[in-house]
């Protein structure tokens, strides 16, 4: 029997490529609140003409696996030790060092983006292994008086087994929730309380074929990139939102600073980046409050990287 509370999802970058990890107790120790495996088997109906109308046994396709969940981005609690689940922005493609993942700095020189990672999914009846994945969307957000979450899609090499026991003293850690509470953010000029903010990372992932391999894929390679960002931010006059959204100065690239934390050293998770407008500004009614709800995408230039997140 299968008690649908009692699950298990673990994660650990890969030392090897489609390379199955083997995980260990801490690799299972990050808090979801939703995760699962989901193969997507092909498959091939063998109809031929013949004095019956029964078709003949059918035979399997390709079959890749899909994983989606969702997650408390909490930091480390130490300083200079990235959070377990920075292998997972590697794994959307950002170039991490210690405890700073960037995105949009990527080299010419490799077509590669990121690095693959294993993940695990235990119901008490399965273990469901996804290797070589890499994700296809990240999108953290948080509203004033809650706490942050980041809601996860990925794409990896499908195989399940048989569970014999879940992984012993395998729980999520139990340090405290960070909840936002209209912290500052900065954005061009203006500085402000925010109601709301959303950072979303969305890739294309694409399997490549292999031909030696059950599956018929090989490793899944990002082929397109999209920093998205939307907020709601406390209406004062200060910022000419609609002339930022003309893109017509170079002013209108506005630099951002947006903490998802606070605290000790070990405990800052800070987004920083350039972005543009991409919607045209609308203001809305948050209980009797004047808000400018913005949509923006982060973007490049040869002086920074597009995005970044730094723990400190």
Same mark, same amino acid.
């Given at each position: 029997?299968?008690?649908?509370?009692?699950?298990?999802?673990?994660?650990?970058?890969?030392?090897?490529?489609?390379?199955?990890?083997?995980?260990?107790?801490?690799?299972?120790?990050?808090?979801?609140?939703?995760?699962?495996?989901?193969?997507? +088997?092909?498959?091939?109906?063998?109809?031929?003409?013949?004095?019956?109308?029964?078709?003949?046994?059918?035979?399997?396709?390709?079959?890749?696996?899909?994983?989606?969940?969702?997650?408390?981005?909490?930091?480390?609690?130490?300083?200079?030790?990235?959070?377990?689940?920075?292998?997972?922005?590697?794994?959307?493609?950002?170039?991490?060092?210690?405890?700073?993942?960037?995105?949009?700095?990527?080299?010419?020189?490799?077509?590669?983006?990121?690095?693959?990672?294993?993940?695990?999914?235990?119901?008490?009846?399965?273990?469901?292994?996804?290797?070589?994945?890499?994700?296809?969307?990240?999108?953290?957000?948080?509203?004033?008086?809650?706490?942050?979450?980041?809601?996860?899609?990925?794409?990896?090499?499908?195989?399940?087994?048989?569970?014999?026991?879940?992984?012993?003293?395998?729980?999520?850690?139990?340090?405290?929730?960070?909840?936002?509470?209209?912290?500052?953010?900065?954005?061009?000029?203006?500085?402000?309380?925010?109601?709301?903010?959303?950072?979303?990372?969305?890739?294309?992932?694409?399997?490549?074929? +292999?031909?030696?391999?059950?599956?018929?894929?090989?490793?899944?390679?990002?082929?397109?990139?999209?920093?998205?960002?939307?907020? /709601?931010?406390?209406?004062?006059?200060?910022? +000419?939102?609609?002339?930022?959204?003309?893109?017509?100065?170079?002013?209108?690239?506005?630099?951002?600073?947006?903490?998802?934390?606070?605290?000790?050293?070990?405990?800052?998770?800070?987004?920083?980046?350039?972005?543009?407008?991409?919607?045209?500004?609308?203001?809305?009614?948050?209980?009797?409050?004047?808000?400018?709800?913005?949509?923006?995408?982060?973007?490049?230039?040869?002086? /920074?990287?597009?995005?970044?997140?730094?723990?400190?």
């Amino acid at each position: 029997m299968v008690v649908t509370q009692f699950q298990q999802i673990g994660y650990k970058a890969e030392a090897t490529e489609l390379t199955a990890e083997a995980l260990v107790a801490a690799q299972f120790a990050t808090s979801w609140a939703e995760g699962k495996i989901t193969p997507e +088997d092909g498959y091939n109906a063998r109809r031929p003409r013949r004095a019956t109308f029964a078709p003949l046994q059918g035979v399997g396709g390709t079959a890749i696996g899909k994983f989606t969940g969702q997650f408390e981005p909490r930091p480390s609690g130490t300083d200079g030790t990235a959070p377990d689940w920075y292998a997972l922005l590697a794994a959307a493609g950002a170039s991490v060092t210690t405890d700073v993942a960037t995105f949009g700095a990527e080299s010419v020189s490799s077509n590669v983006l990121g690095t693959s990672v294993t993940i695990k999914h235990r119901d008490g009846a399965y273990e469901r292994t996804m290797a070589g994945t890499r994700i296809s969307k990240m999108t953290f957000s948080a509203e004033k008086g809650g706490t942050w979450k980041c809601d996860i899609e990925g794409t990896g090499r499908y195989t399940q087994a048989a569970q014999s026991a879940f992984v012993a003293a395998a729980h999520p850690s139990a340090g405290l929730g960070h909840p936002f509470l209209g912290m500052t953010c900065s954005i061009g000029s203006y500085t402000g309380s925010v109601n709301s903010a959303t950072i979303s990372i969305e890739n294309t992932v694409t399997p490549t074929p +292999d031909a030696t391999h059950a599956s018929g894929f090989g490793r899944n390679v990002i082929t397109a990139q999209s920093l998205k960002f939307m907020a /709601s931010v406390l209406e004062d006059g200060s910022f +000419d939102w609609r002339g930022a959204f003309r893109n017509d100065a170079t002013g209108d690239r506005l630099a951002i600073t947006l903490q998802m934390s606070a605290g000790a050293a070990g405990n800052v998770l800070t987004w920083t980046g350039t972005m543009h407008l991409i919607e045209q500004p609308t203001t809305e009614d948050v209980e009797g409050i004047g808000y400018v709800s913005i949509s923006g995408e982060f973007d490049t230039s040869s002086a /920074s990287a597009a995005l970044t997140l730094t723990q400190s």
